[in-house]
């Protein structure tokens, strides 16, 4: 089974399902069935089944299963498609692993900090109250970490667009795919070029207070 264009067909030879693959414009789910007529006739109870599922649109129902009563024919048969769809591995899998959610998530709580920081550096001196700075510091900082939970899921969703487990790669129609992993690639190392500038800006500023402070 091939869906493509939000439409899905049942095909019964690879010929079929290449023909339907070439002339797609988005490919969104293949399904790969081998089943004995005893597996259909019991509607999977007994007999024999081996079934791919590769998922672009949602990975995570992605998955490989083989079920019979032989033994050796499941593990060999398992073994096969593993290691033939390991070929095909993409190296993509840093873009759901912990390390990149909880990098997102201290270069957001990094930015909103500095974003902070600076607002209440533009709003407090047109203000008249007591501690002013502080007050527009800790509001905004109040309202960034509300949106921020959103921001977090948004940017997440974002890599994982551009950099997905699971791609139906067309040499000719895939143009815009590779230009959407430049753009998110690029603008992730301005993010964090920034993000760094900023730290250290602000680092050495408090150094330099500190110092004058201690200044005879």
């Not at 999977?44 to 032989?70: C, F, H, M, Q, W």
């Not at 890599?159 to 690639?185: C, T, Y």
Request: aromatic share 12%; net charge positive.
């Amino acid at each position: 089974m091939i869906r493509f264009d939000d439409k899905g067909y049942r095909v019964y030879t690879i010929d079929d399902l290449l023909r339907y693959y070439r002339i797609a414009k988005s490919v969104e789910r293949i399904i790969i069935t081998i089943e004995a007529f005893e597996s259909l006739r019991t509607q999977r109870a007994i007999g024999t089944v081996l079934e791919v599922r590769l998922d672009e649109k949602d990975p995570n129902t992605s998955y490989l299963t083989a079920t019979s009563d032989n033994r050796d024919w499941v593990d060999a048969s398992f073994s096969s498609i593993q290691e033939g769809l390991a070929k095909f591995q993409n190296k993509n899998r840093w873009a759901y692993s912990a390390w990149t959610a909880l990098g997102v998530q201290i270069s957001g709580v990094t930015l909103g900090f500095l974003l902070s920081l600076w607002a209440a550096s533009k709003i407090a001196p047109k203000l008249t109250v007591e501690n002013a700075y502080i007050l527009t510091f800790l509001f905004m900082l109040l309202i960034f970490s509300n949106t921020w939970t959103y921001l977090n899921h948004f940017c997440l969703r974002l890599i994982h667009i551009s950099f997905p487990n699971i791609k139906f790669i067309r040499s000719d129609k895939e143009n815009l795919h590779w230009l959407m992993q430049a753009v998110v690639g690029g603008v992730i190392g301005a993010i964090v070029l920034y993000l760094l500038g900023q730290a250290s800006s602000f680092l050495l500023e408090i150094m330099s207070g500190i110092v004058n402070k201690n200044a005879p």
